[in-house]
């Protein structure tokens, strides 16, 4: 089975998006000598070219892609080739319109932006589908072809008719019968049973509240489909080029796929990362994304796409200071990628992204972007041989489910505000601040290799994941669960006592008598901190110690943090800091440690392989002290015994210590 090692070839692989066909033809040699001039290694083409392929029914224009890949080849640059599948051209729109998806209304999503399909269009599988078998059958053999790309950021949706007979089929394979839907979905309430299979709908715009389970179902449907989508694509190129590894690019902590099941699908997982340049939180979230995504892999990731300046589709669009986009490229690096790419590598000039930052932006070659893409280039050839397909893996891991997000934000809950990307960034962000090593996994998966497992909130999960998590604490692990988890099981329906009985005995609860959610700037005072967002009415069954209690209200004397031996559990959401010292507290009693203990402020320590990178993510020079001497493999400086970090800066350091 190939994979991103048969890519890289023991570098880095450092480039991005190209978009030639945006351009006249004289400028591709001049992009291809500042490719070089980047270090730039591999590039990803024709992900939008539908319509350059295909400008009408069955043409097939491949002669501006052979030129491409030729050149590309004559300059020892790489081609990760797209199949073109998710813009179709205007023209299947038109005479097709049956491909175009149909929103919760029934409205029709219209042609001239990008993702205009529906996944249950027999019609728009049949075209891609002939497509990519004369891509492939093209290029399969060409000494360009690195890695195939399927579509790009699957993230349709649709509520048509065509999606209504694929969802009815998608049903009858989960639940068998219409009697054990109705179990399923409880259509008992508001008089909602089915009598037959051909009564059912995608979930489209109701009266009033939909049915939870139908919708839990359609949220796993479209992942599903949009799969069947990925998998038709990745076959056929399979089949031409089994040597060649296969990826999709995944959007970060996008609701629209789950994720863990897409990626035992690729060859290579890959992510498209835009941390916000103003956001105080930007490094930890592009380390979560990094963790997660690496965890998803089982090893070395890709990142797709990344921005070297700003982007187009905030508010306000900020670039990114000098020195950050080396940082945070880095940072992926530590964290196991081994490919670090952006969209895209010029900046159009027309289009609805002329504004969205380019490896080589508006301002050409002697502008401060490309000036900082040479040195990043530069450095991830000097150290790829060090640490491309080197592990990075972590000591404690976050418990992370799509069925239990898409569960658990959806209307009617006891509060709009509980948001579950933003909990589980929370905890992370409590170890990322400790310095702890950290991996996320799904409920089911063996747990066992880790010191410590911390579920922020899962408010679904299965009985095998339960007993899983059972079982590791039996073990001897050490568990540190957030509030509002284990509250349904995978049809949505609460379990008896508010909390899975197991999970009350395994914490020390006897009765969960009421959730108390909280407004939005309101808090609960606890013993030594302060919790927001949420709190509970606990009952202890005695055998769980106190940790800490809540401290006036109508909670009063209650516990907010109970440990019952290695299970902790934490009804409310402490503030950042009281969050950091009680996983860093746990952490430690699991003898989970930080990688370098007493850094400055703000900086992060990471280790891959035999390599420790030291990572600032603030604008002061600091000193960091190292256990013994190194050698900074970016630098080729030798330290012995310290450090200095300017502002955003990157060590990469090797011990030369004799072993």
Known sequence: MPSLRDATRGRVLFGGDYNPEQWPEEVWAEDARLMRDAGVNSVTLGVFSWAMI?????????????????????????????????????????????????????????????????????????????????????????????????????????????????????????????????????????????????????????????????????????????????????????????????????????????????????????????????????????AMLADMTRSQAGGPWMVMEQAAGPVNWRGVNHPKPAGLNRLW???????????????????????????????????????????????????????????????????????????????????????????????????HRGLWESGIATDFARPEADLSGYRMVAVPHLYLLTDAAIDNLVTYVRGGGTLVCGFFTGVADEDDRIRPGGMDARLRELFGIRTVHEWWPLDADAVVECDGFEGGLWSEELEPDGSAETVAAYRGGELDGLPAVLRKGTAWYVSTLPAPEALRELLGRAAAGAGARPVLADLPAGVEAVRRGDVLFLLHHGRNRVTVTLPGPHIDLLTGEKTDGSVQLDRYGVAALRSTTAA
């Open 54 to 286: 295909e400008p009408r029914p069955g043409a097939r224009e491949f002669g501006w892609l052979d030129r491409l890949m030729d050149l590309l080849h004559a300059h020892g640059i790489g081609v990760v080739l797209a199949t073109p599948t998710s813009s179709p051209p205007p023209w299947m729109g038109a005479q097709h319109p049956e491909t175009l998806p149909r929103a919760e209304d029934g409205s029709v999503i219209w042609y001239g932006s990008r993702q205009h399909f529906c996944a249950s269009s027999p019609v728009y599988r049949r075209y891609a589908a002939a497509l990519t078998e004369d891509l492939a059958a093209r290029y399969a053999n060409h000494p360009a072809l690195t890695v195939w790309h399927i579509n790009n950021e699957y993230c349709t949706h649709c509520w048509c008719d065509a999606t209504a007979e694929h969802f009815r089929r998608w049903l009858a394979s989960r639940h068998t019968t219409v009697t054990a839907l109705n179990e399923a979905w409880g259509t008992a309430f508001w008089s909602q049973r089915y009598d037959s299979w051909a009564e059912i709908l995608p979930p489209r715009k109701a009266q009033y509240l939909h049915n939870p389970a139908q919708l839990l179902d359609f949220k796993r449907f479209t992942s599903d489909a949009l799969m069947e989508c990925y998998l038709a694509e990745r076959d056929i190129v399979a089949r031409h080029s089994p040597h060649i590894p296969v990826t999709t690019n995944f959007m970060p902590l996008w609701a629209g796929q789950d994720a863990w099941a897409w990626a035992a699908e690729e060859d290579i997982v890959s992510v498209d990362v835009y941390p916000d340049p103003r956001d105080p939180q930007g490094g930890q979230y592009n």
């Open 329 to 427: 490229s880095l940072q992926s690096v530590a964290r196991g990628a081994d490919a670090i790419c952006y969209f895209q590598w010029r900046q159009s000039r027309q289009g609805a992204e002329k504004f969205h930052s380019g490896m080589l932006s508006h301002a050409g070659e002697q502008g401060r972007t490309f000036g900082e893409i040479k040195r990043i280039g530069a450095e991830l050839a000097r150290i790829g041989p060090e640490v491309s397909g080197a592990a990075a893996a972590g000591e404690v891991a976050i418990l992370h489910d799509w069925d239990a997000w898409w569960a658990g934000t959806q209307e009617g809950r006891p509060s709009s505000l509980l948001s579950y990307t933003e909990v589980v960034q929370s905890w």
